[in-house]
């Protein structure tokens, strides 16, 4: 007998975002074909046999891609039988499969030479998109500078907008639509949402953009008196406002800092981007749920904040608080963040979003897991290598990293177009094509369904706040193609400031046996902060006067400690200045040029060494020297606190990164420190994980009282029940 048509949604149940296949809770552990040829078709010998083999491991969930491209017929109508043969491909194999289709919405290239001013312009560099030869991938060369529709395109929405009615209501009522469970709508850069070449160049300056930006401005200024007014730009017309060029993007005023009264041009143009992206998406997401015939979950690549490179204006998703307040958007998407001291062996595996803020929205975030194994190594790192056992070390910390903050992730299989170091008797193969590590899959896919009985627990008494729109008023240079190459990491770059309290922070947390969780400034106001002892301010650089006096009155209570990083607080959106800062927390705070930029850290027998690339201007503390705990080389003050009647303050001119920093800094606030270590521990869903690198005899102190002492093998990851601490992976 066929089974009824899935109806999915997520709903929050027992405090964590559930994913619901007609009323069943679903442990979001997910396995990925990739989109390169030879390894995205379903029916296709190695594609299908890893399918049956996630299948056998109890896995349902399954992701494919598709391209409106790919379906299109010269008349410029969908045939659906490559859509409907994608998902019958997976059926075959796994009978009880619910499909995920990654739908491509990108118009094709001939709708994009037919109309150019509907394209992405760039500011610093001309259109070059070579015609395709042998089979290709659709998105291979979206990081240079490619011709492809703008986000602001108004043409190039209807067409989508058409495709997309049609695409939903004919594919759900097909059998084969009968078993999708969501549609993840992509485009952009790798279909990642992101501006095309963003990492390179500066876009979008063609002219769809520049009368999409000059209609945002007509409804934000309503003249353009209002405009050279706050603009502070006498005789500008709407109608004759340009995107800004390379040189305005990279010009700051203050350290890294744009100044609102020279430049409110370019954070309205940034603000403009990210927010006609956001608006963009949605509205194909609201599509989805009128069109598909039944309950769907809605899916993109969404919310990336960590881990882009310092070019978070220039490409990343600065609308996030958008999107978490939409109904259009279920599940949030990302990969594992790119940074080395992340993904390698011994380091914490996280993803790049604010995941904190994502559960509390009721959003299902997915990790997508790229990491290679030892079968066939890394298609984009010929110099890649590891050992079975580093896989299993690896596969339960990335699979289980977002188990462990409410979410969930997809095995995203490119070993099919890895090679094959054992050609003669194996033929091509997938990542995980291996017993061992099939083993393993099983075990996590049960670890993790398990916890859909239970309440999520995390008990976090560290908080991070973050907010994403202080990136329009940063500034970040685009990056040299000159020996860059795809997976290449690039270095700190001219902004180290928002950077190491982001990505540093977040990295040197997860290593400091501290329980934290991440929020958005726009949180504050409702956010019960009843648990947090230790309250750190990350990438705020703009805090206008209701989040001070929120600050001042809700997060300075209760002797709680208060920490502010690098430029935090530094602009109201009007001016900026340390003053703006000094006067939030009471520490005196200027700017100093430096030619050494070097600072020490030393906190309760922690010392951290601070080293950036010479910027001109770092922050400086006035201070007595009892209250002073870090210094430039030029001897000047460059961490320092104050206690007042009602809170302590900490400023860093540096976030500091190093574990055993942030863990002084917490045993002064009175939070929980689980080890003393600096392996990577994770806290989250009723689970403790510890990734080590070096191994060794630990004492964990669980959050209930008990403590272990255990011994933990070098390159390992253990997974305890956090309130037995009886080991479920070791």
């Known amino acids: 007998m066929p089974r009824p048509p899935l109806s999915s949604t997520v709903e929050m149940r027992s405090g964590r975002p559930t994913l619901l296949l007609n009323g069943v809770p679903h442990t979001p552990l997910i396995y990925a074909l990739s989109d390169c040829p030879g390894a995205r078709w379903t029916w296709e010998e190695v594609p299908a046999r890893n399918i049956f083999l996630f299948g056998q491991q109890g896995v349902r969930l399954f992701q494919v891609d598709i391209w409106f491209e790919q379906m299109l017929g010269a008349d410029n109508t969908l045939d659906l039988t490559l859509a409907r043969k994608q998902i019958a491909g997976i059926v075959s194999q796994c009978p009880e499969a619910a499909v995920m289709l990654r739908l491509h919405v990108n118009a094709p290239r001939a709708w994009c030479e037919a109309h150019r001013d509907e394209c992405f312009g760039y500011a610093d560099t001309t259109i070059e998109d070579p015609l395709p030869s042998g089979l290709g991938r659709p998105l291979g060369e979206d990081g240079r500078r490619p011709l492809r529709a703008s986000f602001a395109s108004q043409p190039w929405l209807d067409w989508a907008q058409g ?8 594919l759900g009522a097909t059998p084969e639509g009968g078993a999708v469970f969501s549609i993840q709508l992509a485009n952009g850069l790798y279909g990642e949402w992101h501006q095309f070449g963003f990492l390179h160049h500066d876009p979008d300056t063609g002219g769809a953009a520049t009368r999409s930006f000059r209609q945002w401005l007509r409804e934000r200024y309503g003249s353009d008196a ?23 993007r990279e010009r700051a005023d203050l350290g890294p800092l744009r100044d609102p009264r020279k430049q409110q041009d370019v954070i309205d143009y940034f603000t403009w981007l990210h927010t006609t992206m956001a608006d963009t998406l949605l509205a194909l997401a609201a599509n989805v749920k009128r069109s598909w015939p039944r309950p769907v979950v809605t899916a993109a690549f969404q919310g990336y904040f960590y881990g882009q490179f310092g070019r978070n204006a220039a490409g990343s998703h600065l609308a996030h608080d958008k999107i978490l307040a939409s109904p259009h958007l279920d599940c949030l998407c990302s990969p594992a963040s790119y940074t080395d001291g992340v993904r390698a062996l011994g380091g914490s595996g996280h993803g790049r979003g604010i995941t904190g803020a994502v559960r509390r929205a009721g959003k299902l975030w997915l990790d997508e897991n790229d990491h290679g194994t030892f079968l066939v190594g890394c298609p984009w790192d010929r110099h890649f290598k590891t050992t079975l056992e580093d896989d299993i070390a690896m596969l ?21 177009v890895a090679g094959t170091p054992a050609f003669a008797t194996h033929g091509n193969v997938g990542w995980w094509d291996h017993p061992r590590l099939a083993a393993e899959i099983q075990a996590i896919r049960r670890v993790a369904q398990a916890r859909h009985d239970q309440p999520f627990l995390r008990r976090p008494d560290v908080l991070v706040i973050h907010d994403p729109w202080s990136f329009c008023h940063t500034v970040a240079r685009r990056w040299s193609l000159e020996g860059f190459k795809f997976g290449d990491q690039p270095p700190a770059g001219p902004n180290p400031f928002t950077g190491r309290g982001m990505d540093g922070l977040l990295e040197g947390l997860y290593h400091s046996g501290l329980v934290f969780d991440e929020a958005l400034i726009g949180e504050l106001a409702t956010l019960d902060l009843t648990p947090f002892k230790l309250i750190i301010f990350g990438s705020t650089v703009v805090l206008d006067e ?19 990083t690098g430029y935090v607080g530094w602009s109201n959106g009007r001016e900026i ?4 800062a000094a006067a939030l927390s009471g520490i005196p705070t200027t700017g100093s040029d430096t030619d050494t930029p070097v600072s020490t850290l030393a906190l309760d ?51 500091p990164v190093a574990p055993g920093i942030l863990r002084a800094l917490g045993r002064r606030a009175g939070c929980h420190v689980i080890n003393d270590h600096d392996d990577a521990t994770s806290l989250g869903d009723g689970l403790l994980m510890i990734h080590t690198l070096s191994g060794g005899e630990r004492e964990l102190h669980l959050p209930g009282g008990k403590t272990l002492s255990v011994t933990l093998p070098a390159r390992s990851t253990t997974v305890y029940d956090a309130q037995t601490g009886a080991v479920l992976l070791g």
Not at 229 to 234: E, K, S
Not at 397 to 404: C, D, G
């Open 396 to 416: 339960r910390r990335n699979a289980l990293m977002p188990v462990l903050r409410g979410g969930g992730q997809w095995w995203y299989d490119f070993g099919m």
């Open 226 to 248: 209002a405009l050279a007014t706050a603009w502070h730009q006498a005789g500008i017309r709407i109608d004759d406002v340009l995107p800004p060029d390379s040189p305005a």
């Open 163 to 170: 495709h997309l009615t049609d695409f939903c209501a004919r």
């Open 546 to 564: 209701t989040q001070r006096q929120l600050i001042a009155s809700k997060v300075a209570a209760s002797g709680r400690h208060v920490v502010l």
């Open 577 to 580: 200045g340390g003053n703006l």
């Open 605 to 655: 027998g922690a010392v951290e060494q601070q080293t950036l690339e010479a910027p001109k201007h770092v922050s400086v503390y006035t201070v007595p020297e009892a209250q002073t705990i870090g210094r430039w080389a030029d001897g000047q003050t460059s961490a320092a606190w104050l206690r007042t009647d009602t809170a302590t303050w900490w400023s860093f001119a540096l976030s």
